[in-house]
């Protein structure tokens, strides 16, 4: 037997084959039950295959341009994947040197440490990209899926822009007094207690002991709540009351009490609700950031 012999293989066929699936939209009915990708001999004929198999399966077109696509994407997907695989091992070798770092403070490593693992995710989520091809297809599905876009409760602002669609960035910006704190306040409370979604509050400007006395406030005044019959509260009422200027009625005592059944609803389940003073590793679907002039309203994706 001579070593040198190769293995049979017939490499015009394969191109031929594969020619004819590039160019013949019905090709890839005719061959897919009964030729296996490990038939090709060449590796990179089957590479060509496995793609236009797979394109098939998924019932997209199998032509030049489509082939072409889905292999370049693919090959785009895995070179990132392994960048950012390389660099969180590079940023892990480095947070371990900061963890031998006894000259730092703890607080100041722990920082560097999550700005690192930041930077990694941030790789990660800037190299995903999709094809028309595949978001078209989400987009049909979410029209027969229970993917709804959950409503504001406010109506006239509902009848302009439906409501809060998950993955969206809505921003709503205003002088200073103008309600942005109110309005985000109520937004925090529907996303929570009406849609039953983890919801945050991130004030760059209050206390979380002056984000509840806001609560308490909003909860008396908003049409949504008058079921509770509570009493009106005015914020400013609470502050007067605190700095010792007036005495709170028993009324508004007593609404101040009965506005905390609603926090069984903002802790059913996994936390629902946070009111925040410092800067959120972890953000849930919906994330709520105000200062002075900016009101900021990120949802993400139900849980």
């Given at each position: ?8 293989a ?16 019905m ?12 038939a ?7 590479e060509?295959?496995?793609a236009?198999?797979?394109l ?5 077109p199998?032509d030049?341009?489509a ?13 990132m ?24 403070d703890l ?7 999550q700005?690192?693992v930041?930077?990694?995710c ?9 094809s ?6 989400e987009c ?23 409501g809060?669609?998950?993955?969206t960035?809505s921003?709503?910006?205003?002088r ?11 937004f925090?409370l ?5 849609h039953q979604?983890?919801?945050?509050y991130?004030?760059?400007e209050?206390?979380?002991?002056q984000l ?19 009493t ?13 200027r ?10 101040i009490?009965r506005s905390?059944?609603?926090r069984?609803?903002l ?12 800067t959120?590793s ?13 009101l ?7 849980p």
């Amino acid at each position: 037997m001579n070593n040198e012999q190769l293995p049979p293989a017939n490499i015009e066929a394969e191109e031929a084959i594969l020619g004819g699936i590039l160019l013949d939209p019905m090709a890839m009915s005719r061959v897919e039950a009964d030729l296996k990708i490990e038939a090709f001999v060449l590796e990179a004929h089957q590479e060509i295959y496995r793609a236009a198999l797979t394109l098939y399966r998924q019932m997209k077109p199998t032509d030049l341009m489509a082939v072409s696509t889905y292999l370049c994407a693919r090959n785009t997907k895995l070179v990132m994947d392994k960048y950012v695989r390389r660099q969180l091992i590079y940023s892990g070798h480095e947070i371990v040197e900061l963890g031998y770092d006894n000259v730092t403070d703890l607080e100041d490593v722990l920082n560097d440490s999550q700005k690192k693992v930041f930077a990694v995710c941030e790789l990660k989520m800037n190299s995903q990209t999709d094809s028309t091809a595949e978001i078209s297809i989400e987009c049909f599905n979410d029209l027969e899926s229970d993917n709804p876009i959950y409503e504001t409760g406010l109506y006239d602002l509902d009848d302009l822009m439906v409501g809060f669609e998950p993955g969206t960035l809505s921003i709503l910006a205003g002088r200073p007094s103008m309600g942005k704190s109110a309005i985000s306040t109520f937004f925090t409370l529907q996303m929570a207690t009406k849609h039953q979604l983890p919801a945050i509050y991130f004030s760059l400007e209050m206390t979380k002991k002056q984000l509840q006395y806001r609560l308490w406030s909003l909860i008396s005044q908003f049409h949504c709540y008058r079921h509770l019959n509570l009493t009106q509260i005015r914020g400013d009422r609470i502050r007067k009351h605190r700095a010792g200027r007036i005495n709170l009625t028993q009324p508004e005592m007593e609404a101040i009490s009965r506005s905390e059944a609603l926090r069984g609803l903002l802790k059913a389940g996994a936390a629902r609700s946070r009111l925040l003073t410092q800067t959120p590793s972890l953000i849930p679907p919906l994330a709520i950031v105000i200062n002075q002039r900016l009101l900021r309203i990120r949802l993400g994706v139900k849980p």
